[in-house]
T-cell receptor
Framework: GENVEQHPSTLSVQEGDSAVIKCTYS??????FPWYKQELGKRPQLIID?????GEKKDQRIAVTVNKTAKHFSLHITETQPEDSAVYFC?????????????FGRGTQLTVWP | DTGVSQNPRHKITKRGQNVTFRCDPI?????LYWYRQTLGQGPEFLTY????????KSRLLSDRFSAERPKGSFSTLEIQRTEQGDSAMYLC????FGTGETGELFFGEGSRLTVL
């Protein structure tokens, strides 16, 4: 099965700085890479996703990249704000197949200090 | 609220007892997933349904765990003879498959199980 590794496990940045979280995956058939944000005591919610045939995707202060050859993908948050503080999970799946379940990384606890 | 609903939100039980959790997905979603999350870990896949058919089960799902989705709507997850290691947050998620599919999973608030 798929194995998703995520680094770092904790990340502290000053407000306004950038934050980068990196993930690797093992299954070359994985083609869909979402990122979920989970605030304390809340449900995970999708913030952005990308398919393996798209190199980069941006949504305001958030960008994701994927390198299919190297089997890694990253989340970039620019101009961080205290409300960005949460646990971020990367995930991988074979979208569109009956094996479409998501495999999650262990999460990165992001803390943004004002 | 038309989101994913889970009940009960919290369950405290003694070791050896059986527990059952219920999930009501978003009504038009034909896929339903169960995940387990422990402190400091990402959601761990347990099983999923497409309509009433259980398409995949994790090897982590021992014989003590059983899930059903009899009419393709709500689902139940039962844990028999609970053990302390079963203590976790049990998350349910739903998604459309086919028309309207985006890949996004919509999670419920979870059912927290504590086994004493």
């Amino acid at each position: 099965g798929e194995n998703v590794e995520q680094h770092p496990s904790t990340l502290s940045v000053q407000e306004g700085d950038s934050a980068v979280i990196k993930c690797t995956y093992s299954d070359s058939a994985s083609n869909y890479f979402p990122w979920y944000k989970q605030e304390l005591g809340k449900r995970p919610q999708l913030i952005i996703d990308i398919r393996s045939n798209v190199g980069e995707k941006k949504d305001q202060r958030i960008a994701v990249t994927v390198n299919k050859t190297a089997k890694h993908f990253s989340l970039h948050i620019t101009e961080t704000q205290p409300e960005d503080s949460a646990v971020y999970f990367c995930a991988a799946s074979r979208r569109g197949s009956t094996l479409g379940r998501l495999y999650f990384g262990r999460g990165t606890q992001l803390t943004v200090w004002p | 609220d038309t989101g994913v609903s889970q009940n009960p939100r919290h369950k405290i039980t003694k070791r050896g007892q059986n527990v059952t959790f219920r999930c009501d997905p978003i009504s038009e979603h034909n896929r339903l997933y169960w995940y387990r999350q422990t402190l400091g870990q990402g959601p761990e896949f347990l099983t999923y349904f497409q309509n009433e058919a259980q398409l995949e089960k994790s090897r982590l799902l021992s014989d003590r765990f059983s899930a059903e989705r009899p009419k393709g709507s709500f689902s139940t997850l039962e844990i028999q003879r609970t053990e302390q290691g079963d203590s976790a947050m049990y998350l349910c998620a739903s998604s459309p498959f086919g028309t309207g599919e985006t890949g996004e999973l919509f999670f419920g608030e979870g059912s927290r199980l504590t086994v004493l």
